[in-house]
């Protein structure tokens, strides 16, 4: 049909009892399928990680067996965290949480833990300039076959324009 294959082949030339070269023998594979496969795919992470930058979105996931949270480009800004690293400590990030909204982040922890629905908590995160910035997270628990937790799988973006919008009306309604 005029298109291109991709072939892929492996063989061997095998002498004759004078040493000169006889056959050779071999074996041809058609890899075209496979290949277009990978191409489809990796056009689509592109498109996700396009989208997922253009948004500010935070994917993480939170090992439990090493404690540590490793996290995609897009948590350096959403969770201010350096981008050299490839991981950060949960009693870290934890201490980035604004005091007033622990307790609602361990609840949500465990209501996450207690089923297999994801878990939403809006929360502030220290921005890392002495003031707070305001992350919509989504968890969701990551079992073995067995049913045993082995991590939380989550999102995280900055909702912090729309909260201070949220507290603008919330006190032009109070002083009306």
């Given at each position: 049909d005029?298109?291109?294959?991709?072939?892929?082949?492996q063989w061997e030339v095998k002498a004759a009892p004078d040493g000169r070269p006889e056959r050779a023998v071999g074996?041809?594979?058609?890899?075209?399928?496979?290949?277009?496969?990978?191409?489809?795919l990796s056009a689509a992470?592109?498109?996700?990680?396009?989208?997922?930058?253009?948004?500010?979105?935070?994917?993480w996931r939170h090992d439990f067996a090493t404690d540590n949270v490793h996290y995609n480009s897009g948590a350096q800004h959403v969770l201010n965290v350096a981008a050299d690293r490839e991981d950060i400590p949960v009693a870290e990030l934890r201490a980035q949480v604004?005091?007033?909204?622990?307790?609602?982040?361990?609840a949500s922890i465990r209501e996450?833990?207690?089923?297999?629905r994801p878990s939403d908590l809006e929360a502030r995160f220290a921005d890392g300039q002495g003031g707070?910035?305001?992350?919509?997270?989504?968890?969701v628990v990551e079992r073995a076959a067995d049913g045993r937790?082995?991590?939380?799988?989550?999102?995280?973006?900055?909702v912090t324009a729309q909260a201070r919008e949220r507290e603008r009306l919330s006190e032009q309604m109070r002083r009306m």
């Open positions: 005029g298109g291109t294959r991709w072939i892929q082949s074996v041809v594979l058609d890899d075209t399928e496979i290949f277009e496969l990978a191409q489809s992470h592109a498109q996700l990680k396009l989208a997922l930058d253009l948004g500010h979105i935070a994917i604004h005091p007033d909204d622990r307790e609602r982040a361990d996450a833990l207690a089923s297999d707070w910035r305001t992350l919509l997270t989504r968890r937790p082995l991590a939380f799988v989550g999102v995280a973006l900055d």
